[in-house]
């Protein structure tokens, strides 16, 4: 019977349209709680209903729209809840408009929320989904991010106008969401949260763009860790998405905040090593804020280039970066090294243009080589695992400093621990330069 009466429900709108306007008034606030009562039998049953009542009179639902977004919410909810694993890591794992692995429920509702997005005022539209955030982030786990991802169709139907006017306000609202994730300990909603800001940058102009983002670094550095490490994600994220088109302007803003932040965590492992501590990189804020601010660093120097790369910032850069290396201990995850560390250094090395490359090349390879031969021996591999990775990046240049490398492959390829990535050294410098260091 509860089948029957939705069919009968989704005619009516469809076929009705406007002309049910008065019927509406009256009907709706029953409908809408059939509709939640029949999730708990029929989810794509109530999708479908749904999907034809905000796809026929989307104008006149604002009187109601708590209660249809509860039902979105509802029917978008992943009950699994599942997260990243790793929190380092600094992409976007965005969970847009791909039906692959979505349930028929889920995907009748991602087809309702982009119906109600086209057909209703983003002035009204958006601080609905403001509160609707809410109310989920108060009582529910998995909600929250069944809001991110649901607001992605409001975000896409805005046009420049009405982008342009509700830029600052939905971006203060993201960077709540990017806050409230990582305060909650939950990469996937930071993801998608950052995910709704990149999505909102692709309607805004250059200069406009620019405008938001020194807002948001405003926003972000002036905080604590916590909004730092939120802020160093998102800079990471639009320079990695729009490239060297904004790669000068993130440059501008956030590179010497993270090299900053960078040099702050390095004078705390010169002093501990004085010392004779030891430490190691935990998923503690500050060594996620550092992961952060050295995927900040990285993005930036692969897109940017040259353009961003001078001496000063080199010197000031390189020996933080080079010294964190010293951090990595037996329990560190590899992919802090082979994914983050090797491939910052490896694009600063990179960046480095015709005039200065020889001097930026020969200071770092004389840092690493130093850690190659004098450190514990899972930073002895780090160094040795980065080094291979500049090697590959800068190729021929590797010229300019091949002599430097003689003494510490050496000793590398004496111990059995180090020798197999000693000798791909070897024959890296071998193929590339024409030069057999050993």
Wanted: net charge neutral.
């Amino acid at each position: 019977r509860l089948r029957a009466a939705l069919g009968l429900l989704s005619t009516l709108f469809a076929t009705m349209r406007h002309r049910t306007l008065d019927l509406l008034a009256k009907t709706l606030p029953r409908a809408l709680d059939a509709l939640r009562s029949a999730l708990a039998h029929s989810k794509i049953d109530a999708a479908e209903t749904l999907l034809v009542l905000v796809a026929s009179v989307p104008k006149y639902l604002h009187t109601h729209l708590e209660d249809i977004l509860e039902i979105l919410i509802l029917l978008e909810e992943d009950d699994q809840n599942v997260q990243i694993s790793n929190e380092y890591v600094w992409h976007v794992a965005n969970d847009d408009d791909d039906d692959d692995g979505m349930n028929e429920a889920r995907i009748i509702a991602r087809r309702a929320a982009r119906a109600l997005a086209t057909g209703m005022e983003p002035r009204i539209l958006l601080p609905a989904w403001y509160e609707a955030f809410i109310r989920a982030k108060e009582n529910h786990s998995s909600r929250p991010a069944a809001v991110l991802r649901l607001m992605a169709a409001a975000v896409d139907s805005l046009g420049r106008r009405a982008a342009r006017s509700h830029a600052a306000t939905l971006g203060a609202f993201a960077l709540q969401a990017i806050l409230f994730g990582r305060c909650a300990n939950d990469a996937r909603l930071e993801s998608y949260a950052v995910d709704l800001i990149m999505r909102l940058s692709l309607k805004l102009t250059e200069s406009e763009l620019v405008e938001w983002l020194r807002a948001a670094a405003k926003w972000g550095l002036s905080g604590d860790s916590i909004r730092k490490t939120a802020f160093f994600l998102l800079a990471t994220t639009i320079t990695a998405r729009l490239k060297d088109i904004v790669a000068k302007h993130v440059a501008s803003i956030a590179l010497e905040p993270a090299i900053d932040t960078i040099r702050s965590l390095s004078s705390t492992i010169s002093s501990n090593t004085s010392k004779k501590k030891k430490r190691k990189i935990t998923h503690a804020s500050l060594d996620l804020l550092c992961c952060r601010a050295v995927a900040c660093i990285s993005s930036i120097m692969h897109y940017g280039g040259s353009t961003v790369l001078d001496t000063d910032v080199f010197e000031s850069a390189h020996p933080a970066l080079v010294d964190l290396v010293l951090l990595v201990q037996s329990e560190t995850p590899q992919a802090i090294v082979h994914d983050l560390l090797a491939p910052c250094l490896a694009f600063l090395a990179a960046a480095a243009n015709s005039n200065d490359s020889e001097a930026i090349h020969r200071a770092l390879n004389a840092r690493l080589m130093l850690h190659a031969r004098d450190a514990t021996l899972p930073a002895r591999l780090a160094a040795l695992t980065i080094t291979k990775a500049i090697v590959t990046a800068i190729g021929s240049d590797v010229a300019y400093f091949a002599n430097q490398m003689v003494q510490a492959i050496a000793e590398c390829l004496e111990d059995p621990h180090t020798s197999i990535l000693a000798r791909d050294i070897v024959l890296l410098v071998d193929r590339y330069a024409g030069i057999r260091i050993v």
